[in-house]
C-alpha cells in the first residue's frame, strides 16, 4: 500500500525540449490525489499535449520526474487511459472492436471474448450510444465519436485518464450533454484523471482544481480550488458561484497569459 499523502500522479520539474531545442514545458510541478480529477487550462502553444503525451509515455526524453503512486508511471502497474482530440478511432474497425482491441492490448490475458462483449455492452451503455456497437467510426457524428472514445478510455479500466481536449470540436449542445454523461461516469468509477480544456467554463464544471498554464514556459503554473465541482451539476452553470468562478478563473488567467 502506498502512503496516502504520496498516492495519485506526482510531476517534479518536468521540462520538454523538442529536437531542435524548442522548449515545451518549462518547469512543471504539480499532483493529483488518487481518485482526483483536475481540469488543466491554458492558452494554444503552453504544451498541454506535451504535458499529457509525457506522463502517457509518448514522450520518451524530458528532465524531471512522473510518478504514480511513488513508482515510474510508465511501470507496468500503471494503465493510462488516453482521450485525443482526434477521437483516435481505427476506422476500419467498428465500434465494437475499437474497444476491444483497446482492452486486449491493456489485458493480454483477459480473453474470455463473451466477458468482454458484456463489459463493452455496459461501457456503451453508459455513453448513451449501445445502439452504435457494430457501427464504423465515420459513419457516426463527431459527438457519437467522442463517446465511444471515452467508452473505450473506461472499458479498460485505466489507472489514469488523460483528456485532451476531447469536446472542443463538438457544439455547444452536444457538449454540454457530453459533459453531464462523462461527469455521471467519472463519479460511479472515480480514475484518476487530468482534463485538458481551453474552455473556462468547462474547467469549472469537470475540475476538482484547476490548473492555469502560463503562456511562457519558463514560468509556474497554478492551482485554482474549485468548490462549484460539488455543485449538483444542473445547479451548477446557472448559479452565482460559478459567475465568480468564471471571473476569478479569467483574473489568473490574464495574470499568467
Ligand atoms: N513535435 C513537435 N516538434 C517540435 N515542437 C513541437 C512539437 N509539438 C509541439 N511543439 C511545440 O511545443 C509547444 C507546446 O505545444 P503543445 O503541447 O501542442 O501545446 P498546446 O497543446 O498547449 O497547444 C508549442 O510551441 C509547439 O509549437
Ligand atoms: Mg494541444
Not at 1 to 17: A, I
Not at 181 to 199: A, G, Y
Request: with cysteine; proline share 4%; aromatic share 8%.
Amino acid at each position: 500500500m502506498s502512503d496516502l499523502r504520496n498516492s495519485g500522479l506526482r510531476v517534479t520539474d518536468l521540462r520538454v525540449e523538442y529536437t531542435g531545442g524548442q522548449l515545451a514545458l518549462g518547469r512543471v510541478n504539480l499532483t493529483i490525489p488518487e481518485h482526483g480529477i483536475y481540469t488543466i487550462i491554458g492558452p494554444s502553444g503552453c504544451g498541454k499535449s506535451t504535458l499529457l503525451r509525457a506522463i502517457a509515455g509518448l514522450i520518451k526524453t524530458y528532465q524531471g520526474e512522473i510518478l504514480f503512486n511513488e513508482k515510474s508511471v510508465h511501470s507496468q502497474e500503471t494503465l493510462i487511459g488516453l482521450v485525443p482530440q482526434s477521437y483516435g478511432l481505427l476506422p476500419w474497425k467498428t465500434v465494437q472492436s475499437n474497444i476491444l482491441m483497446a482492452m486486449r492490448i491493456s489485458h493480454p490475458d483477459r480473453t474470455l471474448r463473451q466477458a468482454q462483449e458484456q463489459q463493452i455492452q455496459y461501457w456503451l451503455e453508459s455513453m448513451g450510444i449501445s445502439d452504435l456497437v457494430d457501427r464504423y467510426p465515420m459513419s457516426l457524428s463527431g459527438g457519437q465519436q467522442q463517446r465511444v472514445a471515452i467508452a473505450r478510455a473506461f472499458a479498460i479500466l485505466p489507472t489514469m485518464m488523460l483528456l485532451d481536449e476531447p469536446f472542443s470540436a463538438l457544439d455547444a449542445f452536444t457538449r454540454e450533454t457530453i459533459q453531464q454523461i462523462f461527469l455521471d461516469n467519472w463519479l460511479t468509477h472515480p480514475t484518476t484523471t487530468l482534463f485538458v480544456t481551453h474552455d473556462v467554463e468547462e474547467a469549472i464544471l469537470l475540475g476538482e482544481k484547476i490548473i492555469v498554464m502560463p503562456s511562457n514556459q519558463e514560468e509556474s503554473l497554478e492551482v485554482v480550488d474549485n468548490p462549484i465541482f460539488h455543485m449538483k451539476h444542473e445547479d451548477k452553470r446557472n448559479s452565482d458561484e460559478f459567475f465568480q468562478q468564471t471571473k476569478r478563473i479569467r483574473k489568473v488567467m490574464h495574470k499568467k497569459w
